[in-house]
């Protein structure tokens, strides 16, 4: 099985709220990453998680707050978010961040009003 | 920085044509992918490919480490086959992918 979760699915939110996305993975991967991808364009990295701590962060503004639980669970909190932050994030494992496949889950469609 | 880029950046084919989509990439890759992402945004893994050719039914692909390029194969076009395909790179082992700009095919009945 290669199947990344992620919920919710779509999400609108206003500019003063609090959500989060979640991500799952059950291939036993010990690397997770959050992309982020704006219309007509390609993904681009936010973070990536290594054996559950953080070991890059792309310069993503404070307004996002990665969290990785245990090594199946990647959430992302969203807090304070402005409209051109509105995008599809994916979340992404591998078995880990050599140079591995990368496998993404079907991300959450984000709308920030 | 690196850069990975993707030709033709449009592409329409008849049903039943057959495609080449290239990717130049401007260091040496050690993780190739190629991804087709479809109208719902799911990016869907078609090959993972460093170097050497593999096949897929009626997709394939070769990547050319040493010329620094990677060509996807589309034969027997079908109209699922509509959508973006991107290549994406790895060039360290912190794990960052870094992805062309895409090419956006449509087939047409």
């Known amino acids: 099985d290669t199947e990344v979760t992620q919920t919710p699915k779509h999400l609108v939110m206003g500019m003063t709220n609090k959500k989060s996305l979640k991500c799952e993975q059950h291939m036993g991967h010990r690397a997770m990453y959050w992309y982020k991808q704006k219309a007509k364009k390609p993904p681009e990295l936010m973070f990536v998680y290594s054996y559950e701590k953080l070991s890059i962060n792309e310069s993503v503004p404070s307004r996002f707050s990665p969290e990785c639980p245990n090594s199946s669970l990647l959430n992302l909190h969203l807090h304070a978010l402005q409209p051109e932050d509105s995008a599809l994030y994916l979340c992404?494992?591998?078995?880990?961040?050599?140079?591995?496949?990368?496998?993404f889950g079907p991300g959450t469609r984000l709308t920030v009003t | 920085g690196i850069q990975v880029e993707q030709s033709p950046p449009d592409l329409i084919l008849q049903e039943g044509a057959n495609s080449t989509l290239r990717c130049n990439f401007s260091?040496?890759?050690?993780?190739l992918q190629w991804f087709h992402q479809n109208p719902w945004g799911q990016l869907i893994n078609l090959f993972y490919i460093p170097s050497g050719t593999k096949q897929n039914g009626r997709l394939s692909a070769t990547t050319v480490a040493t010329e620094r390029y990677s060509l996807l194969y589309i034969s027997s076009s079908q109209t699922t086959d509509s959508g973006v395909y991107f290549c994406?790179?790895?060039?360290?082992?912190?794990?960052?992918?870094?992805f062309g700009q895409g090419t956006e095919l449509s087939v047409k009945p």
């Open positions: 260091d040496s890759v050690n993780n």
């Open positions: 994406a790179g790895n060039y360290n082992q912190g794990g960052k992918l870094i």
């Open positions: 992404a494992s591998s078995q880990d961040v050599g140079f591995r496949e990368q496998y």
